[in-house]
């Protein structure tokens, strides 16, 4: 099947099989951020924005993305950067592998909810496992982050 | 994964309907389960060219499309005025946003899994199903019908003054649940629903909010068949039926005691 996608506001247009996952497609596009972790829909490692919503980009064919705008983190990497050093100020980024669908997540948090408290950090970001940090010092990094950017605007 | 030949996104509910009837077709709504099994499709059918992605409130009663998502269902302001924090309870343990961003209404009911929460929740309410090819149906009916290659399209929900609760236990959070629970309650009269006992969700009607909780945890114990798997026993589960049952029918009791 012939597709055309937007990936970080240029148009691809490729060739794709009907089981192909928009994850191993936008590898392809050398988007190689979306990282493949569980690919059983748990870790949110390969979360990319689909038309502005996080979705999991292993749970997503490529042809269902046929006709939309997907980001991906080389489309945010200003934003990826300004979050990073809260991240790396917290100790919340280890070993470093679930960062890039934390990033994902936490920027489409940071652009659908409104001064969010503690309870609805945690509720937005059940789906990002990360093995290493035991979730505390990312949660600081995001309340500090988020407090910034109010800040800044 | 499962993999498939081909992948057709029909532009009428009959067309749809017509490519399902052929062995080896299957719906894919959002993807997130068909994607755990190692199936091999002939052709994957894409419900989303039929405007079957919104919900609409007129008449008393709301119109879910199928392929309306759970997180709409959880954002949604008119189910929100509704039923309160039901759909936001029912979804909030669902793995995560992302998952909950692609996952359909529609591919969670026609699934009629033993664990869902939706099946649970929906089934405190009163709903019926539109299929493409038999109609309308009522919920409680549609949930125990045996699998066939109908193609359900929408799900109403009538706005009738019942409220609802909802609660489940999990071993961790997004975890597959344990046991599910929801209990509602028009005027006086009181419906326990449970589900993932492992099997499909089912209801018992008849009871009385007045009774009190501790009466619909004796009913909800009593009243329902469980088993066993790999996360909790019958034994257990018969436990917090009626543990769910109580804490769903004190909060109806907070609510309008």
């Known amino acids: ?125 059940a789906g990002n496992l990360c093995r290493c940090s035991g979730y505390q010092s990312q949660l600081r990094a995001i309340q500090k982050y988020l407090a910034w950017r109010k800040e800044e605007r | 994964m499962f993999t498939a030949q081909e992948y057709a996104r029909p532009a009428t509910l009959a067309e749809a309907y017509a490519l399902n009837q052929r062995r080896g077709n299957t719906i894919i709504g959002g993807g997130g389960w068909l994607r755990m099994g190692r199936q091999r499709f002939h052709t994957l059918i894409d419900l989303s060219g039929l405007g079957l992605d919104n919900i609409k409130e ?19 302001r008119g189910l929100a005025g509704a039923f309160g924090p039901l759909f936001v309870d029912m979804a909030k343990h669902i793995v995560g946003i992302q998952f909950r961003n692609r996952a359909t209404l529609g591919g969670s009911l026609a699934a009629r899994f033993g664990f869902s929460d939706v099946l649970t929740c929906l089934l405190a309410l009163d709903c019926e199903v539109e299929l493409a090819g038999a109609g309308t149906v009522p919920l409680p009916r549609y949930a125990q019908m045996p699998y066939d290659r109908d193609v359900l399209a929408r799900v109403i929900l009538h706005k009738n003054g019942r409220r609802a609760a909802y609660e489940s236990t999990l071993i961790t959070h997004t975890d597959i649940p344990v046991l599910t629970c929801a209990a509602s309650a028009l005027g006086d009269s009181l419906r326990v629903v449970i589900g993932a006992r492992p099997g499909r969700a089912s209801a018992l009607d008849g009871l009385s909010l007045a009774d009190g909780p501790e009466r619909a945890a004796q009913a909800a114990r009593e009243y329902f068949s469980f088993g066993s798997n790999m996360r909790a026993s019958a034994q257990y589960r018969r436990h917090l039926a009626g543990v769910l049952a109580a804490r769903a029918v004190r909060r109806l009791q907070e609510v309008n005691p």
């Open chain 1, 1 to 125: 099947m012939n597709i055309t996608v937007t990936i970080n506001g240029t148009r691809h247009t490729g060739e794709v099989l009907p089981d192909l996952p928009l994850l191993d497609f936008l590898r392809g596009q050398g988007c190689l951020s979306v990282k493949r972790g569980c690919e059983t829909s748990n870790c949110g490692l390969c979360t990319v924005w689909l038309d502005g919503a996080p979705v999991l980009s292993c749970g997503v064919l490529a042809v269902q993305a046929d006709g939309r705008a997907i980001t991906t983190l080389e489309g945010l990497q200003e934003e990826a950067a300004q979050f990073g050093a809260f991240l790396a100020d917290e100790g919340g980024e280890q070993c470093g592998f679930c960062a890039p669908g934390l990033i994902m997540t936490v920027l489409a948090m940071a652009r659908e909810l409104d001064d969010p408290g503690e309870d609805e950090i945690r509720a937005y970001l």
């Open chain 2, 58 to 76: 007129e008449d008393g009663r709301f119109t879910l499309g199928a392929m309306v998502t759970l997180r709409q269902m959880e954002l949604d």
